[in-house]
Nanobody
């Protein structure tokens, strides 16, 4: 059974940084393109960044490009998202999931985790 645990979210001031982690078990993590998604209150979930199985390639949504870095450690079945220069509009619950190729389209079906809350104060 797949288990997903996202962590690292916190309350930070605008301009601050956070590093999010997502650890997956019961899943061939190293074989999959993976992505980070977020959902703000009252809004639909949206893709933030994605990475190839080897970690060599990444793609970022323009809203976060140059402010975030996605990475992975396949030995630890863990996906990371380094977030810098945070803005209030980055406030959301952040989730990880496998994606379709190097895209921000989640692969379905997927048992989404609980996510981790990022709150950025102005």
């Amino acid at each position: 059974q797949v288990q997903v645990v996202e962590s690292g979210g916190d309350l930070v001031q605008a301009g601050g940084s956070l590093r999010l982690s997502c650890t997956v078990s019961g899943f061939l993590f190293a074989d999959y393109y993976m992505g980070w998604f977020r959902q703000a209150p009252g809004k639909e979930r949206e893709g933030v960044a994605c990475i190839t199985p080897s970690g060599a390639g990444q793609y970022y949504d323009p809203s976060v490009e140059e402010r975030v870095i996605i990475s992975r450690d396949n030995a630890k079945n863990t996906l990371y998202l380094q977030m810098n220069s945070l803005k209030p509009e980055d406030t959301a619950v952040y989730y990880c999931a496998p994606v379709v190729g190097l895209s921000l389209i989640p692969a379905v079906p997927w048992d989404w985790g609980l996510g981790t809350q990022v709150t950025v104060s102005s």
